[in-house]
């Protein structure tokens, strides 16, 4: 089975930190993808990357910035974390492109606390 | 733009029962539909897809949908549910020619005894 897997499954942070959420596949899937969630609101794109290196601004980018430099990992920074961050962050991944594209395989999620 | 929208954010229902959870979207391309489950304290997983040929799609644990293209609709639907349906359940839509998901706001199941 796919495996993705999610550095942390609670993080408490002071407003202005820097913030670094880690994300880690073991199928060596191209596609990799960062979420948050929030109630109401379903799953919102923030990042996502096809390739090591690559990246692309999903539909909340702001206040968010993504690296991807090995291809098993993709990591979500939050250059100084403000109180509306405070969220359900999940990290998935996906193999390819065409009808495999859509299978997104998730972590378990980080749900992240910016006091 | 594409949007997603799940027009019940609650759904009690008990055991046995049939459930029906809708989903509409709106997009004038064509498109892929999903559902995803999320149990409690877990990540999402895929319960069905619609990609093309039968409008009625099957999917895990006895869940099936429908694809309306003249209603823009793909509710989901399961005949008896058991306890341990309860989860939240994600309708999701991607353009045939697009590069990412857009889910919708998501619906929680209770299903009581």
């Known amino acids: 089975d796919v495996k993705v897997t999610q550095s942390s499954r609670y993080l408490v942070k002071r407003t202005g930190e820097k913030v670094f959420l880690e994300c880690v596949q073991d199928m060596d899937h191209e596609n990799m993808f960062w979420y948050r969630q929030d109630p109401g609101l379903g799953l919102r794109l923030i990042y996502f990357?096809?390739?090591?290196?690559?990246?692309e601004k999903g539909d909340i980018p702001e206040g968010y910035s993504v690296s991807r430099e090995k291809k098993e990992r993709f990591s979500l920074i939050l250059e100084s974390a403000s109180t509306n961050q405070t969220s359900m962050y999940l990290c998935a991944s996906s193999l390819g492109q065409g009808a495999n594209f859509e299978k997104l395989f998730f972590g378990s999620g980080t749900q992240l606390s910016v006091l | 733009a594409q949007s997603v929208t799940q027009l019940d954010s609650q759904v009690p229902v008990f055991e046995e029962a049939p459930v029906e959870l809708r989903c509409n979207y709106s997009s004038s391309v064509s498109v892929y539909l999903f559902w995803y489950v999320q149990y409690p304290n877990q990540g999402l997983q895929l319960l069905l897809k619609?990609?093309?040929?039968?409008?009625l799609v099957k999917g895990i644990n006895g869940f099936e949908a429908e694809f309306n293209k003249s209603q823009t609709s793909f509710h989901l639907r399961k005949p008896s549910v058991h306890i341990s349906d309860t989860a939240e359940y994600f309708c999701?839509?991607?353009?045939?020619?697009?590069?990412?998901?857009?889910f919708g706001g998501g619906t929680r199941v209770l299903v009581k005894p």
């Open positions: 619609y990609l093309s040929g039968s409008t």
């Open positions: 990357s096809y390739d090591v290196k690559m990246k």
């Open positions: 999701a839509v991607h353009k045939a020619a697009g590069n990412k998901l857009t």
